[in-house]
């Protein structure tokens, strides 16, 4: 089977519905952080670099991919909560209740993480990235080359 | 392993194995753009307010949320491919086939769509966001508050 098809017919599992849509892994983070607890706030707080372990299946889409590029990485936080609505931001106790949407806390319904990094190795089937505060073996769902506008993530 | 999880499993269904996260919509886009073939390419490039429908199931979520905010806000693009792994950026023939982590296409495995937006009002169970180039009945998987770092999206 050619790689497009084996990631057509992937993708393309249950979705029965097609209101709970299913994600594809495109890859894992290699990282020395293994806890939770270890990982910083976010990646500029001391963040290590990692390995982004790309999945075989759709290797290709690597293509175009150099060091020194500045790019978004999406992760699902695989370890947090989705039953969570309400946080202390930053686990502060004194900061009042407030919605996940308005934090950045990784507990939250859909768990994905926004992951501004840059690419410093170009790999066989890997990419070295950072900083990155994702925890080892947390799946990778997209990446995106940072655009120009010059928003903030 | 019990029989109703081996038939969820072989079913292909959410989660069986922890591999292919489900998604749960938070939300919806409703836009005046109806069709992808009226869509800016990005929010930045012309595209309207729109309004953010909130799911009741997790309105709590919002809680936090005013005028003013600037906001990331992920999409699933639901009318993308999930079989593409290589695009002529920005549909430029002239331009060579690149992988899609290289670029913004809508197209890729997981098509989950970055928006930074600003909050112009808050509604009972609605927000008003823009500019957005996503297309109505867009559904919203998370919503996050950009960081100060001034890091690109």
Do not use: C, Y
């Amino acid at each position: 089977m050619k790689p497009k098809e084996k990631a057509r017919k992937m993708a393309g599992r249950p979705e029965a519905d097609g209101t709970h849509p299913q994600l594809l892994p495109i890859g894992v983070i290699r990282s020395s952080i293994k806890q939770r607890s270890e990982a910083p706030k976010q990646g500029s707080e001391g963040a290590p670099d990692a390995w982004l372990e790309v999945n075989p299946l759709v290797a290709q889409g690597f293509d175009g991919l150099a060091v020194g590029d500045h790019l978004i990485v999406v992760t699902w936080l695989h370890r947090a909560r989705r039953d969570v609505l309400k946080v202390h931001p930053r686990r502060d106790r004194s900061r009042p209740l407030t919605g996940v949407f308005a934090t950045r806390s990784p507990d939250r319904p859909n768990p994905l993480g926004l992951h501004p990094v840059t690419v410093s190795e170009v790999g066989k089937n890997r990419l070295r990235i950072g900083p990155i505060e994702a925890i080892d073996g947390t799946p990778v769902v997209d990446i995106k080359p940072v655009l120009g506008g010059g928003q903030s993530t």
